[in-house]
C-alpha cells in the first residue's frame, strides 16, 4: 500500500555532511509527521528528527544546530540535512511517517517505516 524510500546515506569523513531524503508512495490521503530515527549496532533505535505537516521540528539533543528536517509535502518527501557528522553517528538511519490513508478505506492513520541507509563517518 505504502512505501518509504530512503536514500543518501554513505561514507564520509568526521566533520562532513550528507542529506538523506525519503520518499512516501502509494495510495495516501495525507502524510502527518514525518521523521528520521537511527540504529547504531548493539544499540537501541532512536529519534533523530520529526517534523509535523505544519512544519513544527523537534531535535534529539545531540544534533541540535548541525542537523536540520525538513519536507515537501507536495512530494511526500522528507529530507534530513547532516552537517558536522561525527563518528558515533555511524548507523542505520531510518524514516517514519503517520500515513492517512483514504478515507473510504476507514482505516485512518497507519504508521510505517523505511528499510533504512546506512551512514557511515569515519575518523
Known amino acids: 500500500q505504502v512505501q518509504l524510500v530512503e536514500s543518501g546515506g554513505g561514507l564520509v569523513q568526521a566533520g562532513g555532511s550528507l542529506r538523506l531524503s525519503c520518499v512516501a508512495s502509494?495510495?495516501?490521503?495525507?502524510?502527518?509527521?514525518m521523521g528520521w530515527y537511527r540504529q547504531a549496532p548493539g544499540k537501541q533505535r532512536e529519534l533523530v528528527a520529526i517534523?509535523?505537516?505544519?512544519?513544527?521540528?523537534d531535535y534529539a539533543d545531540s544534533v541540535k544546530g548541525r542537523f536540520t528536517i525538513s519536507r515537501d509535502n507536495a512530494k511526500n518527501t522528507v529530507y534530513l540535512q547532516m552537517n558536522r557528522l561525527k563518528p558515533e553517528e555511524t548507523a542505520v538511519y531510518y524514516c517514519?511517517?503517520?500515513?492517512?490513508?483514504?478515507?473510504?478505506w476507514g482505516v485512518g492513520q497507519v504508521n510505517y517505516w523505511g528499510q533504512g541507509t546506512q551512514v557511515t563517518v569515519s575518523s
Open positions: 502509494g495510495t495516501i490521503f495525507s502524510i502527518n509527521a
Open positions: 517514519n511517517a503517520d500515513v492517512v490513508l483514504p478515507p473510504s
Open positions: 517534523i509535523s505537516s505544519g512544519s513544527v521540528t
